[in-house]
Nanobody, 124 residues
Framework: QVQLVESGGGLVQAGGSLRLSCAAS????????MGWFRQAPATEREFVAA???????STALSVKGRFIASRDSAKNTVYLQMNSLKPEDTAVYYC??????????????????WGQGTQVTVSS
């Protein structure tokens, strides 16, 4: 069993930056693709970014060039660096873990573990 705990969310002005962290415990993340999803009110949860065990990244078109996922395997921690934030980035952000290597968008059906989510609010 893997427990994922996100941190780093909060309120930021448009154009600002935030870095989300996701600390994993319970087992090593060797072989897992770590990702981030988000869900705004009255919308479906959507893929944001991911990073494989080997460090390959993928990013949703809606945030490409602004967001990037990374991982520190020694710390069993995953990050989401978010730059040039926009009000439409406001959502609850979820950390995820999926067994295996996924080099494109993650879909909910391949996710083995979810974090509890952290709120990101971008003011205009």
């Amino acid at each position: 069993q893997v427990q994922l705990v996100e941190s780093g969310g909060g309120l930021v002005q448009a154009g600002g930056s935030l870095r989300l962290s996701c600390a994993a415990s319970g087992r090593t993340l060797i072989g897992y693709t770590m990702g981030w999803f988000r869900q705004a009110p009255a919308t479906e949860r959507e893929f944001v970014a991911a990073v494989t065990w080997s460090g390959s990244t993928s990013t949703a078109l809606s945030v490409k060039g602004r967001f990037i996922a990374s991982r520190d395997s020694a710390k069993n921690t995953v990050y989401l660096q978010m730059n040039s934030l926009k009000p439409e980035d406001t959502a609850v952000y979820y950390c995820t873990a999926a067994r295996g290597a996924y080099y494109g968008y993650l879909t909910s059906n391949v996710i083995d573990y979810w974090g509890q989510g952290t709120q990101v609010t971008v003011s205009s």
